[in-house]
Nanobody, 123 residues
Framework: QVQLVESGGGLVQAGGSLRLSCAAR????????MGWFRQVPGKEREFVTV????????YYADSVKGRFTISRDNAKKTVYLQMNNLKPEDTAVYSC????????????????WGQGTQVTISS
């Protein structure tokens, strides 16, 4: 059974930082590109960032470029999202997702999803 379990969400003030983690179980982690998406109520899920299977390639949405950093540890089967200089508009439920083979930005391209972790930024 495949499981992606996120952790690290919470409430922080604007300008602060959070680090999210996503631990994978039941998949050959190194075979999957890993992405982070976010969603607020009433809106579609939004692509945030993705990292390639080896970790050698990354891609970011313009809205987070320069503030967020994605990384992965294949030995620990975990992907991370370091979020700095957080803004109120970053408030959302953040979910990790696994995509077989190459990186992608489309929601429908991903095979497995975590339940999500709430990130709330106060102004």
């Amino acid at each position: 059974q495949v499981q992606l379990v996120e952790s690290g969400g919470g409430l922080v003030q604007a300008g602060g930082s959070l680090r999210l983690s996503c631990a994978a179980r039941g998949i050959t982690f190194s075979n999957y590109a890993m992405g982070w998406f976010r969603q607020v109520p009433g809106k579609e899920r939004e692509f945030v960032t993705v990292i390639s299977r080896s970790g050698g390639s990354t891609y970011y949405a313009d809205s987070v470029k320069g503030r967020f950093t994605i990384s992965r540890d294949n030995a620990k089967k975990t992907v991370y999202l370091q979020m700095n200089n957080l803004k109120p508009e970053d408030t959302a439920v953040y979910s990790c997702a696994a995509k077989s083979r190459e990186i992608g930005t489309g929601v429908n391209e991903y095979n497995y999803w975590g339940q999500g972790t709430q990130v709330t930024i106060s102004s």
